[in-house]
C-alpha cells in the first residue's frame, strides 16, 4: 500500500478543516453559539466530534476561528475595487451603495447577530469583528475622502471621523428595517435611495465653503 505525499495529506487536511468552518459557520449564523452543538456540526460533516477535536481544541476555539474568517470575508466585500472616480459625488454614491446592500445582506445581518449576541462572553470575538469590519472600512473610506479634503472639495477636517460619520448614516432605514426583520427583501431603489439620502446629508456637513 503506497503512503500518501506529506504535501497531499497536508492538502487534504487542509480542505477538511475548511470543510468544518464552512458547516460550523451556518450553524453558528444560524443558530447562535449556545444552541450549537459540535455534535451537531460532526453530524453535518458526516464525521464524529473526534475528529472535530484533531483540528480544534473546543466549541469556543471552533468558534473565534469561524467569526475570524466570516468578518474577514465581510470586509473583503465591503472593501475590495472600491475606486476614486471623476465626480465625488459618484464616489461616495458608490462606496454608500455598496455599504448598504452588504449590511442589509442575510449573511451580514446574521454575522452581526451573533457577534451582538456573544460579545459578553467572547469580548475578543467582539473586538476582532470591529476590528475587521468597521474599522478596517473606515480607514479605507478615510483614504478616499482625504485627497478631496486636501483638494478643498471638503472642509478640512480628520477623514477617518468623517468616514465614521458618512458610514453612521448609511446604517438607517433600510439597514434598521431589515436588522428587525421588518423588511426581509431590500429592494435596489429602497438602496438607492438610502445612499443617495446619505450623500446628500454628508455633502452638506462636510463640502467646503463655496462648493
Known amino acids: 500500500m503506497s503512503r500518501q505525499a506529506p504535501g497531499r495529506r497536508a492538502s487534504r ?32 460533516l458526516g464525521g ?6 484533531t483540528y480544534f481544541s473546543s466549541k469556543e476555539d471552533l468558534f473565534r476561528y469561524v467569526i475570524n474568517a466570516a468578518s474577514m470575508e465581510f470586509q ?15 464616489t461616495l454614491l458608490q462606496f454608500c451603495r455598496r ?22 462572553r467572547f469580548p475578543d470575538v467582539a473586538e476582532t469583528f470591529y476590528h475587521n469590519v468597521p474599522a478596517r472600512l473606515h480607514h479605507v473610506l478615510g483614504a478616499l475622502l482625504d485627497p478631496h479634503m486636501r483638494s478643498g472639495k471638503l472642509r ?3 477623514p477617518l471621523e468623517a468616514a465614521e ?31 443617495k439620502l446619505a450623500v446628500d446629508v454628508f455633502l452638506r456637513a462636510y463640502s467646503a465653503p463655496g462648493e
Not at 465591503?78 to 459625488?89: H, N
Not at 455599504?99 to 459578553?120: C, M, Q, T, Y
Request: charged share 25%.
Open 99 to 120: 455599504l448598504i446592500e452588504r449590511i442589509v445582506s442575510p449573511s451580514a445581518l446574521a454575522l452581526r447577530r451573533v457577534v451582538a449576541a456573544e460579545a459578553v
Open 48 to 53: 464524529s466530534k473526534a475528529t472535530l477535536w
Open 13 to 44: 487536511r487542509l480542505e477538511r478543516r475548511d470543510a468544518i468552518m464552512r458547516i460550523a459557520q451556518e450553524h453558528f449564523l444560524q443558530h447562535g453559539y449556545s444552541a450549537t452543538s459540535m455534535s451537531h456540526i460532526a453530524e453535518s
Open 76 to 90: 473583503r466585500e465591503l472593501t475590495v475595487g472600491l475606486a476614486q472616480t471623476d465626480s465625488l459625488e459618484e
Open 165 to 195: 460619520v458618512l458610514t453612521s448614516i448609511c446604517h438607517a432605514r433600510c439597514f434598521w428595517r431589515a436588522a428587525f426583520g421588518l423588511n426581509e427583501d431590500v429592494k435596489a431603489h429602497e438602496i438607492q435611495a438610502d445612499a
Open 156 to 158: 478640512t477636517t480628520d
